[in-house]
Every structure is written in C-alpha cells, then in structure tokens.
C-alpha cells in the first residue's frame, strides 16, 4: 500500500514515479523532503519537492547572480525547478526580504525586494513578449512565491561585448539595429510607468536576449524604491547606464582608456563620467568623434554635469528616437 501523505495529496511513490517520468530513473533520489512552506529558503534543496497549489516542484539548482559577468554568487531564494505535472523547467522564487540605500548624484533611494510588486507586475505583463512571464501563488504561510517561465537566451550585456567589432565598426553596423531594439525595451518598460509601476532594478543583465525570437526580454521586478521627487526616477537612472553601454559597445573606463593610451583621457574632466558609476565614460563623443551629437546630448543627462534630468520615458524616447534618426540604416 502506497504511503499517502494526506496533507500533500500526494504519496512518496506517487512522486518518485513522477520524477522517473521527466527526470530518468537515475534521478530519483532515495530520501527528500517534502515542503510546502519555504520561509526558510535555506532549507529547501537540491533534490526536494516543494508543493505549490497543489503542484509539486522538483528542485535542482539555485540561480546565480549574473550581475556585470560575475555569475559566480548564488541567489538561494531563487531556485531551478521542474513541474512534476508536465516537466517544463520553472523558477521559483521565494521570498527574501533586503533594504538599501542608492544614491545618484545627490539624490537618495531607499530601495527594498517586494514580492507582492512582482506579483502584481506578473499579472499586469501577461502576454506581453517583452517581459518574462509567470503566476504567483501563497505556499502554507501566506509566502508569495513566483513561479516562472524558464527563459531561454543570453545576458543581452554579454551579447554585446561579445560582438568584438573595433567600436567604429560595430556603431556603423551593430548600433542602429541594437538601438532600435533597446527603444523597444524603453517602451516596454514605459508600458509599466503608465500602469504606474517601476521595475525597479533595470540592469543589462536583466534583460535576456533570447536569439531565435530576435528580442530581449525584462526579468526580476521585485525591487521596489522610494523616492519622493520623481516616482520613475531611478528607472530613467538604469536605462540611461544601458544607452551608455551599448553605444559605448561596453563599459569605456578611464582605467581602460589609460591601458590603452588613448589619447581621448587627456580630454576627459569629471564632468564627462557617470553620475553614478565614477569610473565610466558618458561623454562618449570625447573618445569616439564620431558619434552623433544629438545621441551624446542624450547620453550626456547622465553625467556628472548633469543640471536637469529626464522627467519620465516618454520624454526620454521623444530625444531617444531623435537621435535614433541622424543614424540611417
């Protein structure tokens, strides 16, 4: 007689069957737990099955944090699962709970995770290509975990790089079709402002370029802010970053421009660097002469010179598509 844990609705054969199903029968490990709260992310493992709404999730591995090519930081919230219920590959995550402080310029961000944002955000991009897709659920405690759709593709910064043009070859060819395709995202994330949510950790490594599709795809909007002054403010701050780096082709360092003895540093004051990032080069038109002016004015909102900023989106694309104009193809 088969063991059934009445609480489950499943039994432990009911599982092992399930995972032999999907996974091979040199999967299916002798002991595991079963869990269906995860408020302690740490207990959850490699190997256990986490009851979901009445679905069971096989876990195999944290995600790692992919954050300026450093993927070496495991996320132990986040988790790489398989529907026992049909085999596709999810990720779930669970709930963790950080606070922070941003600053750009002068200018203070309290920054913090909320699940229930993400939650929200899930279900008010459903459908919508551009964004990651996936529900959320409450596990046995009232947690809200997402549940999402495994994403297949690249770290949209890391596809960039990978380009390995000499920059004025690569702005001639790659920039126009790749700033076309960052427009899009542009939108996609003003899709969110008008519905008055922020993403709130727009990052390069937050988007997924996803080859066969022909387009990138946002991820992770669990980060929440608050700031007084302008609600979309530190949103504008990310998309800003990301223009940079794709119309620098990557990160353009005073270190690197120094390695390479460019004669561009001796150009550079202080007023051509980050707002945020003190070691990366905004005035981009002081190392690459050949870049449009009304493309550098954009990208020059977010310097260190900077007096005024962009209100919201709409008035960053309006300049954004201006620009995008003066580069034909």
């Not at 070496?72 to 402080?101: C, M, P, Y």
């Not at 004015?297 to 300049?319: I, K, P, R």
Request: overall charge negative; glycine content about 6%; aromatic content about 12%.
């Amino acid at each position: 007689m088969k063991k059934t844990i009445e609480k489950h609705q499943y039994s432990v054969d009911d599982l092992k069957y399930l995972i032999e199903k999907w996974m091979g029968s040199d999967r299916v490990p002798e002991n595991f737990k079963i869990i269906s709260d995860t408020s302690d992310f740490y207990r959850v493992e490699y190997d256990d099955v986490v009851l979901l709404d009445g679905k069971p999730y096989f876990i195999r591995n944290n995600e790692r944090e992919g954050r300026f090519g450093i993927d070496e930081q495991q996320k132990f919230w986040v988790k790489r699962a398989r529907d026992l219920t049909d085999g596709s590959i999810k990720i779930l995550k669970l709930v963790f709970h950080e606070r922070f402080n941003a600053k750009v310029g002068d200018i203070t961000f309290e920054c913090f995770r909320s699940p229930k944002k993400e939650a929200r955000i899930l279900d008010i991009t459903r459908g919508n290509n551009r964004f990651m897709q996936g529900f959320s659920v409450l596990d046995e405690s009232g947690n809200i975990i997402r549940i999402l759709d495994f994403i297949h593709g690249k770290n949209f910064g890391d596809t960039i790089i990978r380009m390995n043009a000499s920059h004025e070859e690569y702005y001639s060819k790659n920039f126009p079709g790749i700033l076309d395709e960052y427009i899009e995202l542009v939108k996609a994330i003003q899709f969110l402002h008008k519905h008055s949510e922020k993403h709130g950790d727009i990052r390069r490594d937050h988007i997924i370029w996803q080859k066969e599709e022909g387009r990138g795809v946002w991820i992770d909007f669990d980060f929440n802010y608050i700031h007084k002054e302008n609600l979309f403010g530190y949103d504008l701050f990310g998309l800003g970053n990301i223009l940079v780096f794709i119309a620098g082709g990557g990160d353009v360092t005073v270190q690197g421009l120094h390695e390479c003895n460019s004669p561009a540093i001796n150009r550079l004051t202080a007023d051509d660097i980050n707002i945020i990032f003190k070691n990366r080069v905004v005035n981009l038109k002081k190392v690459f002469p050949y870049i449009s002016e009304s493309l550098n004015l954009v990208l020059m909102h977010f310097s260190a010179s900077a007096n005024t900023f962009y209100e919201n989106t709409q008035q960053f694309l309006d300049e954004l598509q201006e620009s995008r104009a003066t580069l034909g193809n």
